[in-house]
């Protein structure tokens, strides 16, 4: 049943707020926006099905006993990225990261119950009232002014029980209508709520920290170019995984991270993947553009993954830092993709572009 009503008072530039219930959940949104809302609130229950109902098997494996450990994961990590020891970043990295999912667990089951509200916002409308001072929780203009910073770090669990998860529609890369469009918002809504709710996500956060810190450790020490994102998007995945095999075994270690599940997720999309075009993060944000939860941006992660483990699997896992160590004979700020191609050619006799994904 669906329940419609104003929120708010006008401002003397913009419309009220308008919510509507749907179930359990109440949905926010702008005047004009009501076709939209109507299909969102129509499928919001396909948001917490079906991992609600889910019981987690037993983790192998947590945020505290990594924390515990932490020295032996950046050992390890260390090993494949040929460096002699983690760097200062890389150990902040660790650590930021590993709390970030700590305080995320603390409160993960009452979200589940609590976390069931959200906000639909059209990037310019947005952006247009915070820009007149209106004050939207948890949401405010970015330093630079082009974008909106998010702040969803709660101290409280409490804080969650009214507030409304948003859900941006973004003018430039949201270019879908009617249910084609509510359908692409119920994904990506459904992918943030089981970050903060589902113990079934427990073991992606794990894999994340250490994704995170191969990732900076790459940065810092061998690849700053704007051309990088392949190569360290997979390399930080594939020795994430490697990391947790290594200490707790193959089958063990595909349930924190499942490559070939993501591959055949995103079968239909590779051979539209160009992964050398796919822009560095920052590239991205200062064109106003995030690919990380969009169905592209993540079979871009899958089969940037696939290069890495196809080529550990013809020359053996101490193929990277052999790699690495050739590719760091160029300082980091001159590296580029170009770098890494040549170092692997002059190893391996071989073009690395040819284990990418065959395009149309």
Same mark, same amino acid.
């Given at each position: 049943?669906?329940?419609?009503?104003?929120?708010?008072?006008?401002?003397?530039?913009?419309?009220?707020?308008?919510?509507?219930?749907?179930?359990?959940?109440?949905?926010?949104?702008?005047?004009?926006?009501?076709?939209?809302?109507?299909?969102?609130?129509?499928?919001?229950?396909?948001?917490?099905?079906?991992?609600?109902?889910?019981?987690?098997?037993?983790?192998?494996?947590?945020?505290?006993?990594?924390?515990?450990?932490?020295?032996?994961?950046?050992?390890?990590?260390?090993?494949?990225?040929?460096?002699?020891?983690?760097?200062?970043?890389?150990?902040?990295?660790?650590?930021?990261?590993?709390?970030?999912?700590?305080?995320?667990?603390?409160?993960?089951?009452?979200?589940?119950?609590?976390?069931?509200?959200?906000?639909?916002?059209?990037?310019?409308?947005?952006?247009?009232?915070?820009?007149?001072?209106? +004050? +939207?929780?948890?949401?405010?203009?970015?330093?630079?002014?082009?974008?909106?910073?998010?702040?969803?770090?709660?101290?409280?669990?409490?804080?969650?029980?009214?507030?409304?998860?948003?859900?941006?529609?973004?003018?430039?890369?949201?270019?879908?209508?009617?249910?084609?469009?509510?359908?692409?918002?119920?994904?990506?809504?459904?992918?943030?709520?089981?970050?903060?709710?589902?113990?079934?996500?427990?073991?992606?956060?794990?894999?994340?920290?250490?994704?995170?810190? +191969?990732?900076?450790?790459?940065?810092?020490?061998?690849?700053?170019?704007?051309?990088?994102?392949?190569?360290?998007?997979?390399?930080?995945?594939? +020795?994430?995984?490697?990391?947790?095999?290594?200490?707790?075994?193959?089958?063990?270690?595909?349930?924190?991270?499942?490559?070939?599940?993501?591959?055949?997720?995103?079968?239909?999309?590779?051979?539209?993947?160009?992964?050398?075009?796919?822009?560095?993060?920052?590239?991205?944000?200062?064109?106003?553009?995030?690919?990380?939860?969009?169905?592209?941006?993540?079979?871009?992660?899958?089969?940037?993954?696939?290069?890495?483990?196809?080529?550990?699997?013809?020359?053996?896992?101490?193929?990277?830092?052999?790699?690495?160590?050739?590719?760091?004979?160029?300082?980091?700020?001159?590296?580029?993709?170009?770098?890494?191609?040549?170092?692997?050619?002059?190893?391996?006799?071989?073009?690395?572009?040819?284990?990418?994904?065959?395009?149309?």
């Amino acid at each position: 049943m669906l329940v419609i009503s104003a929120e708010g008072a006008a401002s003397p530039t913009f419309p009220a707020r308008k919510t509507l219930t749907a179930g359990k959940s109440i949905i926010e949104y702008s005047e004009g926006d009501e076709a939209f809302a109507q299909d969102f609130a129509a499928r919001v229950d396909q948001v917490f099905q079906p991992d609600l109902a889910a019981a987690p098997d037993k983790l192998e494996l947590s945020v505290d006993q990594i924390e515990q450990q932490r020295d032996d994961y950046l050992a390890a990590m260390c090993h494949y990225l040929n460096l002699a020891k983690a760097t200062p970043r890389m150990t902040k990295t660790f650590d930021g990261f590993a709390k970030l999912y700590r305080d995320m667990e603390a409160w993960q089951s009452r979200a589940q119950t609590s976390l069931r509200n959200f906000q639909l916002w059209r990037g310019p409308d947005l952006k247009a009232r915070l820009e007149a001072g209106q +004050v +939207v929780p948890r949401l405010k203009m970015s330093a630079d002014g082009k974008g909106v910073d998010s702040n969803f770090n709660f101290t409280e669990p409490a804080e969650m029980e009214h507030w409304r998860l948003p859900v941006m529609v973004s003018s430039s890369r949201d270019t879908e209508t009617g249910a084609a469009l509510a359908e692409k918002k119920i994904s990506e809504a459904r992918f943030m709520w089981r970050l903060y709710t589902q113990p079934s996500m427990a073991r992606e956060k794990i894999h994340m920290v250490c994704h995170e810190t +191969v990732e900076s450790a790459l940065v810092e020490n061998y690849l700053w170019s704007k051309d990088r994102r392949w190569f360290c998007e997979g390399v930080a995945n594939y +020795v994430g995984y490697k990391v947790i095999e290594d200490k707790l075994g193959p089958n063990i270690a595909r349930k924190f991270y499942d490559l070939d599940a993501q591959l055949a997720m995103y079968a239909d999309l590779r051979s539209s993947t160009h992964l050398e075009k796919w822009a560095a993060l920052e590239v991205q944000q200062k064109q106003n553009h995030d690919d990380r939860n969009t169905r592209q941006g993540m079979a871009n992660y899958a089969f940037a993954t696939e290069v890495i483990f196809k080529v550990a699997a013809k020359h053996g896992p101490d193929f990277l830092p052999k790699l690495l160590a050739e590719v760091g004979k160029t300082p980091a700020k001159k590296a580029t993709i170009k770098t890494i191609y040549r170092a692997y050619q002059k190893l391996y006799g071989e073009d690395l572009r040819g284990y990418l994904p065959a395009r149309d």
